[in-house]
């Protein structure tokens, strides 16, 4: 498994409090971004830019040796982004 896939199972799944409230009890499988509950309790939109900016450097060193896709690996990228802009979405 590559870094960046165990670094976006880390904080997708196994964070207390998580980075995204979940309605459904761990182990929490990565989901197409749904809009922040209305009582949302997960990190601060700052924090999750963060990490977003992190597995974003991962992601690009590892393109750069050619690190090769599992077919099912979960679009962390994809996902945060669309959870990020949903979070703002709501706080404006």
């Known amino acids: 498994m ?3 896939c165990v670094t976006g199972d880390e904080f997708f799944r196994d964070q207390r409090p998580p980075i995204w ?3 459904a ?5 990565p989901m197409p ?3 922040p509950p209305p ?3 997960g990190w601060p939109i700052e924090q999750l830019k963060e990490l977003l900016d992190v597995l974003e450097r991962i992601k690009k ?4 040796m050619s690190c090769p896709c599992v077919a099912s690996k979960a679009d962390y990228l994809g996902i945060l982004k669309k ?3 949903e979070l ?4 404006v």
Do not use: F, M, Q
């Open 33 to 35: 971004a749904t809009p």
């Open 39 to 41: 009582d949302y309790h």
């Open 61 to 64: 060193l590892e393109d750069k």
């Open 2 to 4: 590559c870094v960046y």
């Open 21 to 23: 409230p979940w309605p």
């Open 25 to 29: 009890p761990p182990p929490y499988v």
């Open 88 to 91: 703002e979405k709501k706080i």
């Open 83 to 85: 959870r990020i802009e």
